[in-house]
């Protein structure tokens, strides 16, 4: 369990917290939460600035809002693995992890990874857990196994520049808004620290209220625009697209998800068209997008962003490497 009283900090005004406190507090006598404090789920604290989140404290002070849907974080479910049939799995996420572990460690012996959206471990993150050379600090809007305490992404509460690096994968898209996580995570990152973000585009709603934000290829590059490209691309392609399309136009037929779910199975050997799909156009109909980048002082120009898609040929598809920009 990481010490976490040097690294947090109070999401509204930056300054020091007081885990000694019960509940935890912030150490600014000025700040509202110096008094009122922060509520905890499962023990974990909830260090969430309520006046500027979707989320309420008394959501977590009744304990019947902490966990925004329902959720199966061991992945065994035989929802979960129908899905995971239909839409197959993430082959980008764990070469970006090893890719990141390797370059984080060149610099330490060892590194702290801050995981955003981690109460469940995301496909193909597995090996940043398993590395004792990585401390993982977990963080979500609920509490998990994983996590080491609650926090709304638009204000992280931790303190400038202590993180290596940070996985957020398949969360960008349920937060109000985007630039401001981005910008907290350029934030929180040392010089030179890593991002890997992977983000639904065509995707159906799949979070309720939760469910804000879609990217292009462009888009995603440009939330990320402070930052050097590494590596940017396709996850899933143009036939997983089509997979999720049909679920839920059988779900919009009036059929319960259940059913919606089973009449899609046929199709699922759709997803394996991917292998073939290149270019420009698998990007403009990818079902999510991909990317993996350096904290750097520069940004892109709007006239950068232009020529980047016109830069995007037959090796920007699948995750393949190109030209930084």
């Known amino acids: 369990m990481p010490d976490l009283r040097h690294i947090a900090c109070c999401p509204r005004c930056r300054s020091p917290l007081d885990f000694d406190a019960r ?6 006598p000025a700040c509202e939460f110096a008094r009122s404090g922060f509520p905890s789920d499962c023990d974990q604290p909830v260090l969430i600035d309520f006046q500027e989140s979707v989320f309420t404290r008394a959501a977590f002070e009744d304990r019947s809002g902490s966990v925004i849907a329902d959720r199966d974080d061991s992945g065994r479910s035989w929802r979960t693995r129908l899905w995971a049939l239909l839409t197959g799995e993430n082959r980008v996420a764990p ?3 090893r890719e990141m572990l390797q370059i ?3 610099h330490a012996p060892w590194v702290a990874i801050l995981v955003i959206g981690g109460g469940a471990i995301g496909a193909g993150a597995e090996a940043l857990y398993l590395d004792s050379a990585v401390q993982i600090i977990g963080t979500d809007v609920y509490a998990s ?5 609650v926090a709304d992404a638009h204000r ?6 202590i993180f290596d690096g940070v996985w957020i994968q398949a969360v960008l898209e349920h937060v109000l808004e985007p630039a401001q996580v981005a910008s907290e995570i350029y934030r929180v990152l040392k010089p030179d620290g890593l991002v890997y973000a992977d983000t639904p585009f065509l995707q159906a709603v799949h979070e309720g209220a939760y469910d804000f934000t879609r990217f292009t290829q462009s888009g995603h590059r440009w939330l990320f625009r402070h930052f050097e490209q590494i590596d940017a691309g396709v996850v899933l392609g143009a036939g997983s697209s089509l997979i999720w399309a049909l679920r839920y136009f059988f779900r919009a037929l009036g ?3 259940r059913i919606a779910t089973l009449l899609a199975l046929p199709f699922f050997w759709l997803r394996y068209l991917d292998y073939f799909a290149r270019g420009r156009p698998n990007a403009d109909a990818a079902s999510g997008l991909f990317f993996f980048g350096r904290k750097t002082e520069g940004c892109l120009t709007p006239h950068d962003i232009v020529a980047y898609y016109q830069a995007q040929d037959s090796r920007a598809a699948g995750g393949r490497r190109r030209r930084p920009i």
């Open 23 to 28: 509940p935890v507090r912030c150490a600014n």
């Open 95 to 97: 070469a970006k992890c």
């Open 104 to 106: 984080v460690k060149t």
């Open 145 to 149: 196994r994983n996590t080491n305490l």
């Open 156 to 161: 992280l509460p931790f303190r400038d520049a």
């Open 255 to 257: 059929m319960p998800d």
